[in-house]
């Protein structure tokens, strides 16, 4: 498994899944779990959305770097887009 450097909270999300893929899992499913499954296969992005029935998990065919996404999360903080939703933004060592 994956050691994680940082887990960073953001309360918003990216624009759709912008490219950078995605998975899905039901939204039942711990936060535990989903970051469990996240680690594994390296995603970069769990995302929670304010409503809907799963969690995005983003950023699985490296597409867009770490800071692209960063960089992506902080401009959407900025103009409050989906504020409402959380996103926890991964990097790896």
């Known amino acids: 498994m994956e050691t994680i450097k940082t887990l960073n909270t953001y309360n918003t999300d ?3 899944s912008w490219g950078i893929g ?5 939204i ?3 936060f535990e779990n989903v970051l469990k499954y996240a680690i594994s296969i390296k995603a ?3 995302v ?3 409503r809907g029935k799963y969690w ?7 597409n867009k770097s770490y800071d692209d996404i960063k960089t992506h999360l902080e401009s959407n903080l900025e103009t409050k887009y989906k504020e409402n939703s959380k996103s926890w933004l991964i990097s790896y060592i």
């Open 14 to 16: 990216v624009f759709n």
């Open 22 to 26: 995605h998975k899905t899992m039901p």
């Open 28 to 30: 039942f499913t711990t």
């Open 44 to 46: 970069v992005l769990i």
């Open 48 to 50: 929670k959305p304010s």
């Open 56 to 62: 995005y998990i983003k950023g699985t065919n490296n």
